[in-house]
């Protein structure tokens, strides 16, 4: 009872914050008139009035990824008192990291779709999170332009000073070979590096990496992260597909249909570009409750794909999550397609009493 009480203190008191910062934020020019009643609110009205909100106009992916804290901590606790410290921490450690995926997945696509997230109310407050972080970093990158424009007046100092003492050491027979190599590592190395990472290596760094931990690594990676791991390296696959058609439409809707004054058509293409949104962000949030719980979906023909390339679930592991129905049925290799287009594999991938009935009976011939 203790422990229930103060997740209730700890709950109230993040609500409280959250509601006071988004008041606070809605208008700085009405400081003067900002009702300071409003911060002694009680439990009950702090979360109706969250709840409103969220209604209305959303919520931010701030809060969002707070409220997989708070459930990762919840979940930390419960599972503290069920086993013990140590491997409660290692179980919701890999459902945190696994949630952290998907919850990349989300910023990039709240990224791209930034300039159509104007088109739902729901995403109205996402929409002014993004404008209010994308201010900041001009700010931020405003500033370094004029740091590194007020050092180019100065004495500048070049990267990889540490070689100087080296090349010193160096004869004097022998320098008419040896500084145009130091000169270079001085002045141009780091830009290089730098060119070639973003060139070259930056968009090949995720898949490096899901190549180094998911498979070099498989030994020591759970087996949640890399199922989690691969649905979203083939979620990225073809994702991009998906974004540049909602990026020509939008083309479409400013090159086409408005300068043509084809509103209707304008007006009904807005509603299905917020709608895409809507539920492209919202099926990335619903895979990120999954994954803080360490449980998995299933998907037609991605999930099967997926657990092609990285096997079945370890069923005796504590560490390996949730349930997978859709395995047991599955004969791998030889799947009807039938089979394939179906979605409900009951609460939480446990299977329907008909399945589990079913797969007694064979164990039992």
């Not at 708070?70 to 419960?78: E, K, Q, S």
């Given at each position: 009872?203790?422990n229930?009480?103060?997740?209730?203190?700890?709950l109230?008191?993040l609500?409280?914050?959250?509601?006071?910062?988004t008041?606070?934020?809605?208008?700085?020019?009405?400081?003067y008139d900002?009702?300071?009643?409003?911060?002694?609110?009680?439990?009950s009205?702090?979360?109706?009035?969250?709840?409103?909100?969220?209604?209305s106009?959303?919520?931010?992916?701030?809060?969002?990824?707070?409220a997989?804290?708070i459930?990762c901590?919840?979940?930390f606790i419960?599972?503290a008192?069920?086993?013990n410290i140590l491997?409660?921490f290692?179980?919701?450690a890999i459902g945190?990291i696994s949630?952290?995926?998907?919850?990349?997945?989300?910023?990039d696509?709240?990224?791209?779709?930034?300039?159509i997230?104007k088109?739902?109310?729901?995403?109205?407050?996402?929409?002014e999170?993004?404008?209010?972080f994308?201010q900041?970093?001009?700010r931020?990158a405003?500033?370094?332009?004029?740091a590194?424009?007020i050092?180019?007046l100065?004495d500048?100092?070049?990267?990889?000073?540490w070689i100087?003492?080296?090349?010193?050491r160096?004869?004097?027979?022998?320098?008419h070979?040896?500084?145009?190599i130091?000169r270079?590592i001085?002045m141009?190395l780091?830009?290089?590096?730098?060119?070639f990472?973003?060139?070259?290596?930056?968009?090949m760094?995720?898949?490096?990496?899901?190549?180094?931990?998911?498979?070099?690594?498989k030994?020591y990676?759970?087996?949640h992260?890399?199922?989690?791991?691969?649905?979203?390296t083939l979620?990225?696959?073809?994702i991009t597909?998906?974004?540049s058609?909602?990026m020509?439409?939008?083309e479409l809707?400013?090159?086409t249909?408005?300068?043509?004054h084809?509103?209707?058509?304008?007006?009904?293409?807005?509603i299905?570009?917020?709608a895409i949104?809507?539920?492209h962000m919202?099926?990335?949030?619903?895979?990120?409750?999954?994954?803080?719980?360490s449980?998995?979906?299933?998907?037609?023909?991605?999930?099967y794909?997926v657990?092609?390339?990285?096997?079945k679930?370890?069923k005796?592991?504590?560490?390996?999550?949730?349930?997978?129905a859709?395995q047991d049925?599955?004969?791998f290799?030889?799947?009807k397609l039938?089979?394939?287009?179906?979605?409900w594999?009951?609460?939480?991938?446990?299977?329907?009493?008909?399945?589990?009935?079913?797969?007694g009976?064979?164990?039992n011939?």
């Amino acid at each position: 009872m203790i422990n229930f009480i103060n997740m209730l203190s700890l709950l109230k008191l993040l609500l409280t914050i959250t509601v006071s910062d988004t008041l606070a934020s809605n208008s700085f020019t009405d400081f003067y008139d900002f009702d300071t009643s409003q911060y002694d609110l009680s439990t009950s009205e702090i979360i109706i009035t969250k709840i409103k909100e969220i209604v209305s106009s959303g919520f931010t992916i701030e809060e969002f990824q707070k409220a997989m804290l708070i459930l990762c901590l919840i979940r930390f606790i419960i599972y503290a008192f069920k086993y013990n410290i140590l491997t409660s921490f290692k179980i919701c450690a890999i459902g945190l990291i696994s949630c952290t995926l998907w919850g990349i997945a989300l910023n990039d696509c709240v990224g791209v779709y930034f300039p159509i997230l104007k088109y739902n109310p729901l995403l109205n407050r996402i929409l002014e999170e993004e404008v209010a972080f994308r201010q900041v970093a001009e700010r931020e990158a405003f500033l370094k332009a004029n740091a590194f424009m007020i050092s180019q007046l100065g004495d500048q100092h070049y990267p990889f000073e540490w070689i100087t003492p080296l090349f010193a050491r160096i004869p004097e027979n022998l320098t008419h070979l040896t500084d145009p190599i130091y000169r270079y590592i001085r002045m141009d190395l780091s830009e290089t590096v730098k060119t070639f990472y973003k060139s070259n290596l930056r968009q090949m760094l995720p898949f490096i990496i899901y190549i180094l931990v998911v498979r070099v690594g498989k030994k020591y990676c759970p087996y949640h992260i890399r199922w989690h791991f691969t649905f979203v390296t083939l979620y990225n696959t073809f994702i991009t597909y998906i974004f540049s058609c909602t990026m020509r439409a939008r083309e479409l809707l400013f090159q086409t249909l408005i300068p043509q004054h084809r509103f209707e058509e304008a007006e009904t293409l807005q509603i299905y570009l917020g709608a895409i949104a809507f539920v492209h962000m919202t099926f990335i949030m619903l895979a990120m409750l999954h994954a803080i719980f360490s449980q998995y979906f299933y998907l037609p023909f991605l999930t099967y794909s997926v657990e092609l390339h990285i096997g079945k679930r370890p069923k005796t592991s504590i560490y390996s999550g949730g349930y997978t129905a859709w395995q047991d049925d599955f004969v791998f290799y030889n799947i009807k397609l039938r089979d394939s287009l179906r979605l409900w594999w009951g609460f939480l991938g446990k299977g329907t009493k008909r399945s589990r009935g079913n797969n007694g009976k064979r164990k039992n011939n």
